[in-house]
């Protein structure tokens, strides 16, 4: 059976370290595919901006 598993963080490393802790729990041969994005809203000053780091991992389950 294929699964999907979605991560959203605010913080790249908080991103790094979810993935990181997920992928351990499995083995490296079940995953198919990992799916990554970014995304920005808010101003053009970085002061304000809001980041969006997400990814999905599809793995055989």
């Known amino acids: 059976m294929i699964q999907v ?7 790249e490393k908080d991103l790094e370290n979810g993935m990181n802790y997920f992928l351990a729990q499995i083995r490296e041969d079940q995953i198919v595919d ?3 994005d970014i995304a920005a809203f ?4 970085e002061e304000n ?6 990814a999905m991992v599809i793995y055989r389950k």
Do not use: L, R, T
């Not at 598993?5 to 913080?11: G, L, S, V």
């Not at 808010?42 to 000053?45: A, F, L, P, T, V």
């Open 5 to 11: 598993k979605m991560f959203d963080y605010e913080h």
């Open 34 to 36: 990992i799916k990554y």
């Open 42 to 45: 808010g101003e053009e000053d």
């Open 49 to 54: 901006q809001i980041y969006c780091f997400s």
